[in-house]
């Protein structure tokens, strides 16, 4: 064998192993983003929640408030109306 043939050899060697080596690393690296894409999305459904359990009472206090507001101003008027005919 001549020389040459042999850098060859060796060349294609250290090339094929770096490239089955990183696509092992690459293939472990898509299943860590796999488990960390289910991690995170299994976060986010219970941030989902928690702002849904938490804005459901505020829109309701707020909708309570809203009506006091309303029914006072409304009796304001009544009163209002009833002192200008006396």
Not at 26 to 53: C, E, M, P
Request: with cysteine.
């Amino acid at each position: 064998m001549d020389i040459t043939q042999i850098v060859i050899i060796i060349s294609l060697l250290a090339i094929t192993t770096i490239i089955v080596v990183c696509g092992i690393y690459f293939v472990r690296l898509l299943k860590d983003l796999n488990i960390t894409l289910k991690k995170t999305n299994l976060i986010l459904d219970d941030a989902h929640l928690i702002t849904d359990s938490v804005a459901k009472p505020v829109s309701s206090l707020s909708d309570f408030l809203m009506g006091l507001k309303n029914g006072f101003s409304f009796f304001n008027n009544l009163t209002r109306d009833k002192n200008k005919d006396d």
